[in-house]
């Protein structure tokens, strides 16, 4: 078998032989297609502020008036954004040291703990971990999502730490109030991002959960999705073809980085025959300066009874470089689905009741077993689409360039569960 | 003047106070929740007027911070009247107060704290 790259040489090296210069042409124009633009060419015009860019959304409403391949001539850039809870985000802080210097062992913000085990001044701070709060007293609805938030919104924040006396680190602890200004280095770090594709929560039991969803109240009495949709950007790249390591993204309201696959990321999901997931699938790393992030786009949040979180924009813009980009991009609510997840069963595994498409979920209201459903998003649609508005502006102004991928993002990985490795002991 | 003495020992109506904002010879506000037999709270307001007390009515009522909001839309979920809805169209919370029975399901649900109940 001859793979593509070799069937061309092939068929331009007997184009050559036959000594027919039109039909080599002919054949190079019938290639030309598949590749319109290159990112350096899009470059150039974002930097002489010509190029054209649409939000997804004002992309998909031209692809339903003029068809995939009138649009893909017109639209250099296509910008997508979510606004969600991601709570396996954090962000990474360096202090500067104290004199005399500390090696900082445990260390709290506002009293929500820090991770401290590994540089002296270096932490990292988790969105999702929750205040500590002395006994007896009612607990606090703050975690780290909140500090975060507190530190990029400019507010000072007290800081506490205690240390591992070392000859070289003689100081035992250090109490202190910091602002984003007066630390080295802050910013986010976050394993898991940009879901492809969620779960939509259920309550089939007759008590009331609550959940990293909210609350789920019994007896199917409402439904929970947490991913924007159509609008999202990893449901316009289904195969994650124009995103990798080192793409320059929209985070928080400053510029970041993809980093690495999410935890979690799982690529081998069910897929549609359009490529989408039918369930969670990709995820993200990513990376980026909270100095210049905005509290606007990124919020700390809490769920009542299941703990801290952190809400976050983030913007993926994806360049025109085929007629396929579109045709991706074009996908609808009603070609994604998402799997409706019954929580009161508290396993890994969970039953479902099988799956709805998006166009559904934005309606409002399921049906579940012939009863209607009320359903609510977690994701806000209507900040998701301020974000990829937001670094539509940013491309159109020339201030915001694309990126090649340096290396891409996996596209085999399996999802292990944790489960009871070896033998296990039996009674008889 | 002790009014809530007053008003239990005089009136036999009970009054739960919300909230105070009371200072030595200043004139100070009371939110109080007042029960009892419905002649006996008519007489008992008349009885406040005529001693120079500012009496008005109030209902506790769901206060959305827009600067807080995120629009995320998770209260219209647990909301029993749909009196918190999404517009379909720009995906923005809209809050309907002529539907709002007050249940204060919203209060806990909401993720950012902008909701909260006025008194």
Redesign the interface.
């Given at each position: 078998m001859l793979n593509p790259l070799q069937q061309t040489v092939l068929q331009l090296g007997l184009y050559l032989f036959t000594g027919s210069l039109e039909s080599v042409l002919a054949y190079l124009d019938l290639l030309l297609p598949t590749c319109m633009r290159t990112i350096a060419e899009i470059n150039e015009k974002i930097q002489q502020q010509k190029a054209v860019v649409w939000t997804v959304e004002e992309l998909k409403a031209r692809v339903v008036e003029q068809g995939i391949a009138a649009v893909a001539k017109q639209v250099d850039v296509i910008t997508t954004g979510t606004?969600?809870?991601m709570e396996a985000s954090g962000a990474i802080l360096n202090l500067g040291h104290t004199d005399p210097p500390i090696k900082i062992r445990r260390c709290w913000l506002d009293g929500v703990p820090a991770y401290s085990g590994f540089g002296a001044v270096d932490l990292f701070l988790g969105a999702a971990q929750s205040t500590e709060t002395p006994e007896g007293e009612e607990p606090r609805?703050l975690g780290g999502g909140h500090v975060i938030e507190a530190l990029i919104g400019g507010k000072t924040v007290h800081l506490r730490a205690l240390g591992q006396v070392t000859d070289c680190y003689p100081r035992a602890s250090f109490e202190t109030t910091i602002t984003r200004d007066t630390i080295n280095q802050f910013y986010l770090f976050n394993p898991r991002n940009l879901y492809q594709n969620f779960i939509v929560g259920v309550n089939g039991g007759d008590r009331l959960l609550h959940t990293y969803l909210?609350?789920l109240?019994p007896r199917l009495g409402?439904?929970?999705y947490s991913n924007p949709g159509a609008i999202a950007p990893l449901f316009n790249d289904p195969k994650l073809q124009l995103v990798g390591v080192g793409t320059r993204i929209f985070l928080g309201g400053g510029i970041g980085y993809i980093t690495w696959e999410g935890t979690q990321h799982f690529p081998l999901q069910k897929r549609l025959p359009n490529q989408t997931p039918i369930g969670p699938a990709a995820t993200l790393a990513l990376i980026g300066d909270a100095k210049q992030m905005s509290t606007r786009w990124v919020?700390?949040?809490?769920?009542?009874h299941y703990g801290p979180?952190l809400?976050l924009g983030v913007g993926v813009p994806f360049p025109v470089l085929t007629e396929e980009v579109v045709a991706h991009c074009a996908v609808q609510d009603q070609d994604l689905v998402a799997p409706v997840v019954d929580f009161s069963i508290p396993r890994r595994v969970r039953p479902t009741f099988g799956l709805v498409s998006y166009a559904q979920l934005k309606?409002?209201r399921i049906q579940i077993e012939g009863k209607p459903v009320?359903?609510?998003?977690?994701?806000?649609?209507?900040?998701s689409?301020q974000v990829a508005t937001e670094l539509k502006a940013w491309i159109e102004a020339g201030e915001f360039t694309l990126t090649e991928a340096v290396a891409p993002i996996t596209s085999d990985r399996t999802f292990l569960p944790q489960d009871v490795w070896g033998s296990q002991m039996v009674m008889d | 003047m002790p009014v809530t003495y007053r008003l239990a020992k005089d009136f036999n109506v009970a009054a739960n106070i919300i909230r105070a904002q009371v200072a030595p010879n200043q004139i100070g506000k009371l939110v109080v929740e007042l029960s009892g037999d419905i002649d006996q709270l008519d007489a008992a307001i008349e009885w406040m007027r005529s001693q120079e007390i500012g009496v008005s009515s109030s209902s506790r009522e769901i206060v959305i911070d827009e600067e807080s909001c995120?629009?995320?839309?998770?209260?219209?979920?647990?909301c029993p009247t749909e009196a918190l809805?999404?517009d379909?169209t720009?995906?923005?919370l809209a809050f309907a107060r002529s539907r709002c029975i007050v249940c204060e399901?919203c209060v806990?649900?909401c993720?950012?704290?902008a909701i909260s109940v006025n008194l």
């Open positions: 606004f969600e809870p609805e909210g609350p109240q409402n439904a929970v919020r700390g949040c809490y769920f009542k979180s809400m309606s409002g009320r359903v609510a998003p977690l994701a806000s649609i209507y900040l689409r | 995120v629009h995320c839309g998770l209260c219209t979920g647990v809805t999404l379909p720009t995906f923005r399901q806990a649900t993720p950012v704290e």
